[in-house]
């Protein structure tokens, strides 16, 4: 999972909500997370990927942000880029709205949810409009993301948008 991005943002509530992140981040995968296998890709392995392609793709998001891939926690990078997604708290938010209108409701996506509505109560209309816009998408929830590393792009991010690849 990608760190966020607080350099533009250095108030309390930014600070607060990385800690929580954190701690939350942290819980999940310990409870959570036993069963799941990592890719074993390394960013190397995504940047020698054709360069329309979906892991090359999520290389030049993680070297853009100076992010590495976590272990089991891949596809949420991969969330970002398929999406659009930038990396501010707000934007995370934004991002987990939309999944949870696509179908995702893990207890981590809900608490992103919880907590971003809590501390930014003056994006609730937003909000709204990006899990709506999640509604307007597949479920793509169970998918197995690293098998989509080879395929351009465009088809990757048609395929969630339920549009004619």
Request: charged share 20%.
């Amino acid at each position: 999972m990608a760190a966020m991005d607080f350099s533009a943002e250095n108030g309390w509530r930014e600070r607060l909500m990385r800690w929580l992140v954190q701690i939350l981040h942290d819980l999940y995968r310990c409870a959570n997370y036993r069963h799941v296998t990592a890719w074993d890709v390394t960013l190397e392995d995504l940047q020698q990927l054709p360069a329309a392609s979906t892991g090359r793709a999520l290389a030049v998001f993680l070297q853009q942000h100076g992010f590495a891939l976590m272990p089991k926690f891949e596809s949420h990078d991969l969330f970002h880029v398929l999406l659009g997604y930038g990396v501010t708290v707000v934007d995370e938010v934004r991002m987990q709205c939309c999944l949870a209108g696509s179908g995702r409701r893990t207890a981590p996506t809900l608490v992103v949810i919880a907590v971003g509505l809590v501390f930014y109560p003056e994006y609730g209309r937003d909000f709204w409009r990006h899990y709506q816009r999640g509604k307007s998408m597949v479920n793509f929830a169970g998918w197995d993301f690293k098998v989509m590393l080879l395929e351009p792009i465009a088809v990757s991010q048609a395929r969630i948008h339920n549009q004619d690849s």
